[in-house]
């Protein structure tokens, strides 16, 4: 095994000594990222404390950086890291450091750009590989994804008719909060999926009857979905006690 397959291994877990300990600690340093950009957050911190994040901050970005450098130079197809869900995620997680550190010159406000941090956290999503339930659930959702992409598209198109709808009830009555159809899709969106904020209402007698029947079809809508997943994971589990009966 070369230099590259060892960082290559090291870096994805796979290490024949290393085993699993360099990705979980990168992972460790990414939540502990996470964390660090919530401290930062509160008010009234003394210096000392400030300089020590910014130095921190410092120190896991030179990682991440570090980290994926070494990420391109040890993958096989090394556009095809780049261009991956968690290749740009490595990217964007360190552009405000990189912009920040080179473009000084510009007197460009990059302070936005520090949002982009928070994609860091989507690597976290790694940690799934080590449960059997996470891979139970991507296997049960792989099962039924075409209906829920169906149901999903009907979802929409019926989120669409209801603010149509709302819309032609409580246009005259309520000017400024249903201005446009648009502007009824956020009363649409609260409904169907029965969070109710109560921000927006409707006040006509037509608008609250078409309230209460959008309703009673918004709980078969949250139902649906999660049935079909449910059911997807209560085959799999019938599958795994039979496999294991199986074997004994």
Not at 119 to 142: C, M, V
Not at 206 to 221: K, M, N, Q, S
Request: charged share 20%.
């Amino acid at each position: 095994m070369n230099w590259r397959n060892h960082i290559g291994t090291a870096l994805e877990g796979h290490h024949p000594g290393l085993g699993r300990r360099v990705e979980l600690a990168l992972l460790a340093i990414v939540a502990l990222s996470a964390l660090l950009m919530g401290i930062e957050t509160i008010q009234g911190l003394p210096d000392w404390a400030r300089r020590a994040l910014v130095v921190a901050e410092i120190v896991i970005i030179v990682i991440f950086v570090v980290e994926y450098v070494l990420r391109i130079v040890t993958a096989r197809n090394k556009l095809a890291y780049v261009f991956s869900f968690y290749g740009i995620v490595d990217l964007l997680s360190i552009v405000p450091f990189l912009l920040g550190f080179l473009l000084p010159w510009f007197g460009l406000d990059l302070r936005a750009l520090r949002t982009l941090r928070l994609f860091r956290l989507f690597r976290l999503l790694k940690i799934a590989r080590y449960s059997r339930a996470a891979e139970r659930l991507t296997a049960a959702w792989k099962s039924v994804r075409e209906e829920v992409a169906i149901f999903a598209v009907v979802a929409t198109v019926l989120l669409y008719a209801c603010a149509l709808v709302v819309y032609q009830f409580e246009h005259e009555a309520q000017p400024d909060v249903f201005g446009s159809v648009f502007d009824a899709l956020w009363w649409a969106a609260i409904t169907l999926t029965t969070v109710g904020y109560g921000d927006v209402y409707p006040v006509t007698m037509l608008g609250r009857l078409f309230t209460v029947i959008i309703l009673l079809v918004a709980l078969g809508i949250v139902a649906v979905p999660t049935g079909l997943i449910a059911s997807a994971l209560t085959a799999l589990r019938q599958e795994e006690r039979e496999a294991a009966r199986r074997d004994e």
